[in-house]
């Protein structure tokens, strides 16, 4: 004999209503803590002053949290090694056996999903290309003197989070396309799109810095792919390869 069991309507509603009530409460508690959840940043530099004033603005930005300061590369490495930040905000020239690119390289390594955001006294292109080229993923260069511009700061840290690469404004001001190159025969308006791609706006913000529709900026977007060759590539990749083409593919203005 087979014992079959029924439940009762209002029994099967109770059970319901908990269960409902169970997953509400999880998923209450899953957006709390994505609420919660800060960019983990480490803050390199020999300078205290600039090095304590960094990181006073940063820990007051929502969702930024310091997790840890040094003052020179060999520190930062292993401040990196423990602390596992999101991004290391690291000065270039540093004090002792590794310099800023070398200890960012290190901490690159060991955990390749780290940002790295430059700081640097220097605009000149030379200075930018010593950032690793054949493994830019994840990387940004910022001039010093643009520190206080809270908000290209923190472009620069969501973008290198994000595994993309942010050029300073002064720094892409500075360039222009070597004659010739496949940047240069893009039209006026795609460079200036692209020219923003590489300071790591987003669509969102390119359309409301040039007032063109979101819809427009993805189809300039779309065509700049279309003529670097970088239309198959996912857009991430896409946006990484296309600021290393405009890098490798452009001087100095002053030169």
């Known amino acids: 004999m087979v014992w079959t069991t029924v439940l009762a309507p209002d029994i099967i509603g109770s059970v319901s209503l908990r269960r409902l009530m169970s997953q509400e409460k999880a998923s209450r508690g899953l957006g709390r803590r994505k609420r919660m959840e800060k960019t983990r940043l480490l803050v390199v530099d020999d300078e205290a002053l600039f090095r304590q004033l960094l990181c ?13 300061v040094a003052g020179d590369g060999e520190t930062a490495v ?6 596992k ?48 080229l054949e493994d830019i993923k994840g990387w940004a260069y910022l001039l010093k003197q643009t ?15 994000a595994g993309m690469v942010v050029l300073d404004p002064t ?13 240069a025969r893009l039209n006026p308006r795609h460079q200036e799109v692209l020219e923003l791609l590489a300071q790591g706006y987003s669509n969102a913000a390119i359309a409301q810095l040039l007032k063109l529709s979101k819809k427009s900026v993805e189809t300039y977007i779309n065509a700049i792919y279309q003529e670097l060759h970088l239309s198959h590539e996912q857009d991430i990749h896409a946006r990484v390869k296309a600021t290393l083409l405009y890098l490798e593919s452009s001087r100095s203005r002053k030169g």
């Open 56 to 68: 006073r603005t940063l820990s007051a930005e929502p969702g930024m949290e310091v997790v840890g």
């Open 78 to 83: 292993q401040l990196a090694r423990k602390e």
């Open 85 to 132: 930040p999101d991004v290391v905000i690291m000065d270039i020239e540093l004090p002792g056996k590794l310099d800023g690119i070398e200890a960012a390289l290190q901490i690159k390594k060991e955990r390749p999903q780290t940002g790295i955001v430059i700081l640097s006294a220097h605009s000149e292109r030379r200075y930018v290309t010593s950032l690793p």
């Open 147 to 161: 520190a206080p511009d809270l908000a290209t700061v923190v472009r620069a840290i969501e973008g290198s989070k």
């Open 171 to 183: 720094v892409v001001a500075g360039l222009r396309p070597r004659q010739g190159s496949a940047i």
